[in-house]
């Protein structure tokens, strides 16, 4: 059974940055693709970004690319999400999720359900 507890979300203004962090309790994530999803107020859950377990494959939807980068560190059994140059759109509660295997191309690695295991989710709220 694989846990994910997120954390670093919080209130900031648009164009400032913050680090998203997704940790693992139980199995290390070595060997899952891992990716972050998002829910704003009123809408359905969206795909951010995904990262595969090597770390070498990374996919992003096109609404943060160039903005936000997804990494990850297997030996700490920790995936992140910077978020550069925020907006006040990116207002969400941020997801992280996990699978074991590969995930890919980007359309299996951006469907929600290609996951199996998922963390409560973090705040983030961007004003303007």
């Known amino acids: 059974q694989v846990q994910l507890v997120e954390s670093g979300g919080g209130s900031v203004q648009a164009g400032d940055s913050l680090r998203l962090s997704c940790a693992t309790s139980g199995r290390t994530l070595g060997v899952y693709a891992a990716a972050w999803f998002r829910r704003a107020p009123g809408k359905d859950r969206e795909f951010v970004a995904a990262i595969s377990w090597t770390g070498g494959v990374t996919y992003y939807d096109d609404s943060v690319k160039g903005r936000f980068t997804i990494s990850r560190d297997n030996a700490q059994s920790t995936v992140s999400l910077q978020m550069n140059n925020v907006k006040p759109e990116d207002t969400a509660v941020y997801y992280c999720?996990?699978?074991?295997?590969?995930?890919?191309?980007?359309?299996?690695?951006?469907?929600?359900?290609?996951?199996?295991?998922w963390g409560q989710g973090t705040q983030v709220t961007v004003s303007s």
């Open positions: 999720a996990a699978n074991k295997g590969a995930l890919e191309p980007q359309p299996i690695a951006a469907n929600y359900y290609s996951y199996m295991y």
